[in-house]
Structure formats: structure tokens, C-alpha cells
């Protein structure tokens, strides 16, 4: 089952896989990263500084569904 992270106002994130991991990364309606988080691996997003705020949406899903 697939599971939204939602947090209100953040300019980073970090997510360590204690398994791998399927990710998504979604702006608007465009998918702007998809692939696997390894085992003991750490995924950071992070704003650029000056850039608007937007709202993401990161999908996370044990790759073994």
C-alpha cells in the first residue's frame, strides 16, 4: 500500500529506507522523480533558496508489494 507524507511548511526532508523502497516525487501533475531507495540509503529534498513555495507530493512503497 502506497503511503502519502504529508507535512505543512518544510524546505527539506530526509527519508532513510530501513527496506527498499519504490519513490515518487510529484509537482502539479508531473512526476519529476520515480525509482528505488536502497536499504540504508537517505532520499533528501530540499528547496533551492529564493525558489517559490509549491506543494510536492512524495509517494513511498515497499518494493516488495
Known amino acids: 500500500m502506497a503511503q502519502t507524507v504529508d507535512h505543512e511548511t518544510s524546505n527539506s526532508l530526509n527519508i532513510e529506507a530501513a527496506s527498499p523502497k519504490v ?4 509537482v502539479g501533475e508531473r512526476t519529476v522523480l520515480e525509482g528505488v531507495l ?27 508489494r
Open 23 to 26: 519513490i515518487k516525487i510529484i
Open 38 to 64: 536502497n536499504t540504508g540509503s537517505v532520499l533528501r529534498v530540499q528547496t533551492k533558496e529564493g525558489a517559490e513555495p509549491q506543494s510536492i507530493e512524495l509517494v513511498i512503497e515497499d518494493l516488495a
